[in-house]
């Protein structure tokens, strides 16, 4: 079975400092693909960021950056110089690699808000 | 290149209707996926379509089906419905599953609110 944890219900952070939103992870799959999420409150889903289970660099994007810690089983997104704009909920989905399917397994969410 | 399409945005029935929702792909995807989003129960997948065959679902009741058309335009359907399915229903879809790095993008939703 697969899972993933999001502890924080909630965080706060003041424009443009930088947060880490948490994300651990449980599965038997041996290959699995991690994603995170944004969904604003017009209710998009919004990638932001992949890694894979296989890659041995933490993936980046722009401000987005993926602290990946595979014996921990962790997936933590950082967001540098955070912007007013970044208030939303945030999602960890894990994807198993195993086999031929698109099923993502949502975490229940981090609510970020940014404060001036 | 347009994105992923969900039609209505937001929906009102009572109990007992059924309701019939759709999702427009991205240009040249061919699998789509349906999740149902509640505050108590969270993001959950319902079912997945690859060339108008379902090749995945979720632990849902059998008053949830779907369908997905030769275009990869998909529609779920849910029949009689009750209070509980009141949510709101994300539709994605993505280019290639066979990658590892296949993302999913996501319609804005419907929400739908059961009377």
């Known amino acids: 079975a697969q899972k993933i944890t999001q502890t924080q219900p909630g965080m706060f952070v003041q424009e443009k400092e930088a947060v880490t939103l948490d994300c651990t992870y449980d599965t038997s799959d041996p290959s699995y693909g991690l994603f995170w999420y944004k969904q604003p409150s017009s209710g998009e889903m919004i990638f932001l960021i992949y890694q894979g289970s296989y890659d041995q660099q933490n993936a980046t994007e722009g401000r987005y950056s993926l602290n990946f810690q595979k014996a921990r089983k962790s997936a933590n997104l950082v967001i540098s110089a955070s912007q007013l704009g970044d208030s939303a909920m945030y999602f960890c989905a894990m994807r198993g690699l195993s086999y031929n399917t698109d099923k993502l397994i949502f975490g229940t969410g981090t609510r970020l808000q940014v404060f001036p | 290149k347009a994105g992923v399409t969900q039609t209505p945005r937001y929906l009102i029935k009572t109990r007992g209707q059924q309701v019939t929702l759709s999702c427009s792909p991205i240009s040249g995807h061919r699998s789509v996926s349906w999740y149902q989003q509640t505050p108590g129960q969270g993001l959950q997948f319902l079912f997945e379509y690859f060339s108008e065959t379902q090749r995945n679902k979720g632990n849902f009741p059998g008053r949830f089906s779907g369908r997905q058309f030769s275009n990869s335009r998909s529609e779920m359907n849910v029949s009689t419905l009750e209070l509980g399915d009141s949510a709101l229903y994300l539709c994605?879809?993505?280019?290639?599953?066979?990658?590892?790095?296949?993302?999913?993008?996501f319609g804005a939703g419907t929400r739908l609110s059961v009377l």
């Open positions: 994605a879809s993505s280019a290639d599953t066979s990658l590892a790095k296949n993302i999913q993008y």
